[in-house]
């Protein structure tokens, strides 16, 4: 039956997520909204099968959850990083969607903008 080993291994597949969903969620902050571990747990989640820690440790988790927060910290707090850090988690977030996100000014965008205020000497 084909059908019956079509659903079977659609029945498979959702529990494979319904679980990496589970693991995921205990790496949730206490402070980030629904919408912003929604978007860290899709970046999580999509690097996860690179970044597991070997039998013998190497912490490759962790740089994976460095490399989420770094991520959602530039996008919804306005964090800013390295460059080269930068361009890394924004590769690996490369089609993750998310709405409405807060638009930010920098520091050196306000003095282009607004100058020092001082007089020159």
């Known amino acids: 039956m084909v059908g019956g080993e079509a659903a079977a291994a659609v029945e498979e597949l959702v529990s494979g997520v319904r679980q990496a969903a589970d693991f ?3 790496f949730r902050s206490y ?3 629904e919408k912003q571990w929604k978007a860290r747990m899709e ?3 999509r690097h996860l099968p690179d970044y597991r820690d070997p039998p013998d440790g190497g912490g490759r988790l962790d740089q994976l959850l460095s490399l989420s927060m770094v991520w959602a910290n530039h996008l919804f707090l306005g ?3 390295n460059k080269d850090l930068l361009d890394k988690v924004m590769e ?3 089609g993750i969607e998310v709405e409405d996100l807060p638009q930010f000014t920098t ?3 306000l003095m282009k903008k607004y100058g ?3 007089p020159s000497y």
């Open 31 to 33: 402070s980030e909204s």
């Open 43 to 45: 970046f999580i989640l």
């Open 107 to 109: 520091r050196s965008e």
């Open 24 to 26: 995921a969620e205990q």
């Open 92 to 94: 690996m977030a490369d």
């Open 79 to 81: 964090c800013s990083y």
């Open 116 to 118: 020092t205020g001082h």
